[in-house]
Nanobody
Framework: QVQLVESGGGPVQTGGSLELSCAISGGPSSTFAMGWFRQAPGKEREFVSAVSWSTGATKYADSVKGRFTISGDNNKKTVDLHMNSLKPEDTAVYYC???????????????????WGQGTQVTVSS
């Protein structure tokens, strides 16, 4: 059973940086895709970024390209999200997710991911 635990959220001012980390147990293997999603109050959960555990290929939402970087560490079994130049609209609960068979496609849809963490709050103040 895959279990995901996020950490690293908190308050930050506009223009600041945060690093989120997701500790993975029960995986991942080379068939996995690992992703980050976020959900703001009153909005649907949306894709942020994902990485193929086999190829290292990455995907980003247009809203975070050039500001966020995803990285996976197979030794530590973690996937991190480095967030720079944060904006108030980045405020949300951020979720780590695992797709056990997504390493080729690296999906961006919520429904493609089978395992989810509990989420960590990121609040960007202006």
């Amino acid at each position: 059973q895959v279990q995901l635990v996020e950490s690293g959220g908190g308050p930050v001012q506009t223009g600041g940086s945060l690093e989120l980390s997701c500790a993975i147990s029960g995986g991942p293997s080379s068939t996995f895709a690992m992703g980050w999603f976020r959900q703001a109050p009153g909005k649907e959960r949306e894709f942020v970024s994902a990485v193929s555990w086999s190829t290292g290929a990455t995907k980003y939402a247009d809203s975070v390209k050039g500001r966020f970087t995803i990285s996976g560490d197979n030794n530590k079994k973690t996937v991190d999200l480095h967030m720079n130049s944060l904006k108030p609209e980045d405020t949300a609960v951020y979720y780590c997710a695992a797709d056990p068979y997504g390493s080729v496609v690296v999906p961006t849809f919520v429904k493609s991911y089978d395992y989810w963490g509990q989420g960590t709050q990121v609040t960007v103040s202006s």
